[in-house]
């Protein structure tokens, strides 16, 4: 079978001794007008310029056939989102991989950052729904983009579905001599007129970067709230704990009342979604002059129905709806999610636990001076059932 080389370049370089020996041996050199033109003119015999993956592909295997050394060239790693998996379909083991860093790779080296813990995800020449999920649901993606979605229509598409806060940088004509790196955010990047052919990194913000200490189950008093309508600090802070609180992905807070808990789950983590669901309008509308800055989306409206177009949620909480509600958060839970709940009552927290798993109770009695000698006495507050699950 006839040898055919796929070389990976970067900046118009290759990788290494045997990439620059496939070129420099090639009878004939394949591939898009920016990668033959990168090339130095004692680079292999005939060019062919063609664009396009099976075209190139197809003329390469061809002329391969005929007899010729044949050598294809792409960006970065041939078998990241490139021609390799293609090529290794169609001709085997009568292809040799010659990779060069990925684009990817040297995104993530310019913004002095490691990215063993990120996503990547290919919006070149594809829809971008799947890169549209990934970059609301992780902390730390990369975008592969093209002519059909350059970077600046998904910014666009990002902001209409409620825009996650995320630091963006848009990385082009890496290794190139007009490489440039945008940083911004989402807002920005949407108002951009980017080079299609970039890598889009999108990075949850750190609490500390946001300004923010960890700081969970605050003070009732520094919510608005109906008398007594606010989920109280110490059983706030179980609650939060038992939902666990990700860096990234969407939060419901349904039956939010005065949005105590949606508020400090989006301090907690800014690169969370959280969408904070209120029924009654003077709740609501105390709940948006409590969520200020936090970065929470108050939604008014009445649960289960009020649900329907958020996005499917990793964490839930329900604090108000009873099990009709808790049934319908279940229903919508992404796969590894979790919901816990609150309630007063013990038929209810018993029906909530079949369904969740787990189950305690948080009887908190608050330390109170009885005079300015005599010690201190206990305030007993009413039990409260927080329930919560499934385990994964
Ligand atoms: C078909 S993918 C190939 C990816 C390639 N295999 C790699 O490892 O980088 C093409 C996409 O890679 C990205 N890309 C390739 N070279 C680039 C460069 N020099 N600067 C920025 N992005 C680049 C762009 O997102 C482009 O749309």
């Known amino acids: 079978v006839p040898e055919l080389s796929i070389v990976g370049l970067i900046g118009g370089e290759c990788f290494g001794a045997a990439a620059a020996a496939a070129l420099q041996e090639a009878d004939v050199v394949i591939g898009a007008s ?52 293609l090529a290794a379909a169609r001709l085997g083991s009568a292809v040799r991989v010659h990779p060069a860093p990925s684009s990817v790779s040297v995104a993530f080296a310019r913004l002095s950052c490691a990215w063993d813990d990120a996503v990547v995800v290919s919006a070149h020449g594809r829809p971008m729904g799947h890169a549209l999920e990934a970059v609301c649901v992780h902390s730390k993606v990369a975008v592969l983009t093209g ?22 940088a848009v990385c082009s004509q890496l290794g190139e001599a007009g490489e440039t790196v945008w940083l911004g955010d989402i807002a920005g990047l949407s108002q951009g007129a980017f080079d299609p052919l970039s890598v889009v990194v999108f990075q949850a913000p750190e609490p500390a970067q946001a300004g923010m200490g960890i700081t969970w189950g605050r003070p009732e008093s520094e919510f608005q709230h109906r008398r007594g309508m606010v989920t109280k600090a110490e059983v706030r802070a179980v609650a939060l704990g038992k939902l666990g609180i990700p860096a990234a992905g969407v939060l419901w807070d349904v039956g939010a009342g005065s949005g105590s808990l949606a508020i400090e789950a989006a301090r907690l983590a800014p690169g969370l979604r959280v969408f904070a669901v209120e029924s009654d309008p003077l709740d609501a509308a105390r709940l948006r002059s409590n969520v200020g800055d936090a970065g929470v989306t108050v939604v008014e409206g009445r649960a289960p129905e009020a649900l329907r177009n958020l996005p499917d949620p990793d964490r839930a909480f329900v604090g108000g709806g009873g099990l009709t509600v808790l049934d319908a958060a279940l229903a919508r839970l992404r796969p590894g999610g979790r919901v816990a709940a609150t309630y007063a009552s013990l038929q209810r927290a018993a029906g909530a636990a079949e369904r969740l798993g787990h189950l305690v109770q948080v009887a908190v009695s608050r330390g109170a001076r009885v005079g300015p000698d005599s010690g201190w006495r206990l305030n007993a507050e009413n039990p409260v059932f927080v329930c919560w699950g499934p385990d994964e």
């Open 34 to 85: 920016r990668h033959l033109a990168a090339l130095g003119p004692d680079v292999g015999g005939e060019r062919v310029e063609l664009g396009g993956a099976a075209d190139a592909l197809h003329a390469a295997a061809q002329r391969a056939g005929d007899g010729a050394r044949v050598c294809l060239v792409v960006s970065g790693d041939p078998g990241f989102f490139g021609l390799a998996r």
């Open 147 to 168: 002519p059909d979605q350059p970077p600046e229509a998904l910014g666009r598409a990002l902001l209409a579905e409620g825009g996650p806060p995320r630091r963006v």
